[in-house]
Structure formats: structure tokens, C-alpha cells
């Protein structure tokens, strides 16, 4: 597996998101177990959760708490892997998602995603989603708060734009090391933020690099490009969009959601795929 770099840590090119495992629709606890540790068994060592992955109020930090499980049973297999968690976003069991970011919230988070997660430190905690009610720099303040305690090792945060990176870097102390943003060949408006990330050295995870849970199953049929340079390739399209994002920077470290081995097994694949010169001019104008 190819590597890239977290703030100090060195991490897989192609990580795991959690969150098709504990929303709706997902699996049997067996087969999320199984994913988890064929994502491990393919090279992965960036596993990506948050409290707010769950089904409603009852069932909050469901994914933190699978993963957790899922890595303990894993052993010494799971040495090297970096959970990356986050605060502030919310779900009240309807199916919706709520912002809350004052600092008294964002510090109960990540108290409870400690004890989930059942760790001395979270490896990467990050900022979920800017709540308009709270100026950004007091909850991207509360991260810094958390970080110099020592209850987390790296902060980051996400569904962030680029003044807001450059806020959070300042606030942090230039210790910011990654941002999360929505990023894929339906979704290319990050392209700042991703571009502002190499810039700075800062670590940027795409998530729904796919498209997303209900689109993912299409992408070859709504990006023709993709599926045309998989089939000269012999290659899922899901390999090629991965690839093509990697090659966007080598800050870049995709996240996709998967719910079964098959999927993340096939996913790191694309870790592997180099894409040409002329493949990427494709895909970039499709």
C-alpha cells in the first residue's frame, strides 16, 4: 500500500470511512467486523468514524464503539492504524443532522468519544461542521484546548472553506494537519480547500470520494470518462476515481465508506493504479 502522511504519523493512501456501517441501512455487526478487518488485511491503516455515524439518540457513537471492538479483536494487526473521529455534528433520529459547536459541547464530544473509543488520546479528532451560531474560532479553539491537554495527538477540521482552514491553522498554532471535505467527480467545489491543503502541507481527506451511498452504485453510468478508462484498464471505476484523486496531490488521502470486505478491498486497490498523463487530462475535463 502506498503511504502518505498525517501530520507525524504515516498512514495508508487509501483509508476506511466507518459510516455506511452504523446509519441506515447497514449491516450486521459480523460483517462490518469483516470489513474492518479486510480493509486491515489490504494495508489500511486510517480508519475515519464520528460520534454522529449512528441511527438516533439512543444509539450515539455506534461506529466509534464497533470500531473499537473491531480493532481489539484485530490484535497486534491493528498496531499502526490511525482512528480519525470528530465532534459537532448531530443527529437527532430523523434522519437529520444538526450543527453544534460551542466549546462546553465539542469538550463532552470528546470525552465521550474517548471512552468509546477506549483510548488514552484520539489519534486525529476533528471539528465536524461550522455551526453558524458559534464564531469559528471559538470552537476551533476548544480543538487547540483539547490538543495542548493532551486528549487528542492531532486536530483537524472539516466541511471547512479556505478562510476557515487558514483560521483553524492560526488558531491551532500551525498545528493543523488535516481537513475533511466532500470531494468526488460529482463534487469538485473543494477544489480550493484541496489546493489550499497542498499549499500548506495539510492532509486532505475527501469524504464520500465516491459520490456517496445511494450514488456510488452509478458512478460508471453518470461519469462515462471513469468507466471508459476502467474498462481500457481492467479496473473497477471506483479504482480509477480514487486514483484520479490521489494524483490530485500528495497530500491527498481518499476516505471511502464501504460496508462490505469486497468494497474496501477493491478500493485500496486503487492505491496501486497510477494513471497517465492523458487518462487524468480525461477525467479532469469530464
Not at 230 to 252: D, F, M, N
Request: glycine letters at 10%.
Amino acid at each position: 500500500m502506498q503511504q502518505r502522511t498525517i501530520g507525524d504519523r504515516t498512514v495508508s493512501a487509501i483509508g476506511l470511512g466507518g459510516m455506511p456501517m452504523s446509519i441506515e441501512g447497514r449491516p450486521d455487526e459480523a460483517r462490518s467486523i469483516a470489513t474492518i478487518h479486510a480493509a486491515l488485511e489490504a494495508g489500511v491503516t486510517l480508519v475515519d468514524t464520528a460520534d454522529a455515524y449512528h441511527l438516533d439518540p439512543t444509539d450515539v457513537g455506534h461506529n466509534e464503539l464497533l470500531i473499537a471492538k473491531a480493532l481489539r479483536l484485530a490484535g497486534s494487526a491493528a498496531d499502526d492504524v490511525l482512528v480519525a473521529t470528530k465532534g459537532g455534528h448531530r443527529r437527532p433520529g430523523d434522519g437529520s443532522w444538526y450543527v453544534q459547536g460551542d466549546p462546553a459541547y465539542l469538550r463532552k464530544a470528546c470525552e465521550a468519544s474517548l471512552q468509546r473509543l477506549d483510548v488514552e488520546a484520539i489519534g486525529l479528532y476533528q471539528f465536524h461542521r461550522p455551526d453558524p451560531a458559534v464564531p469559528y474560532e471559538e470552537s476551533v479553539g476548544a480543538i487547540r484546548d483539547l490538543l495542548d491537554e493532551g486528549k487528542i495527538v492531532m486536530a483537524g477540521v472539516s466541511n471547512a472553506d479556505p478562510e476557515q482552514i487558514r483560521l483553524a491553522q492560526e488558531v491551532l498554532g500551525g498545528r493543523l494537519v488535516s481537513v475533511q471535505n466532500q470531494f468526488s467527480p460529482a463534487f469538485r467545489s473543494s477544489e480550493a480547500e484541496l489546493d489550499l491543503c497542498a499549499e500548506l502541507g495539510i492532509a486532505f481527506l475527501p469524504w464520500s470520494p465516491l459520490g456517496g451511498i445511494s450514488r456510488a452504485g452509478e458512478l460508471g453510468d453518470r461519469h462515462a470518462a471513469f468507466a471508459e478508462v476502467a474498462a481500457e484498464r481492467g479496473v473497477s471505476p471506483y479504482q480509477v476515481v480514487l486514483a484520479w484523486e490521489l494524483a490530485k496531490a500528495p497530500v491527498v488521502i481518499p476516505i471511502p465508506g464501504a460496508s462490505r470486505p469486497e468494497s474496501i478491498q477493491d478500493s485500496a486497490r486503487a492505491a496501486d493504479l497510477e494513471l497517465g498523463a492523458e487518462e487524468l487530462a480525461r477525467l479532469d475535463a469530464a
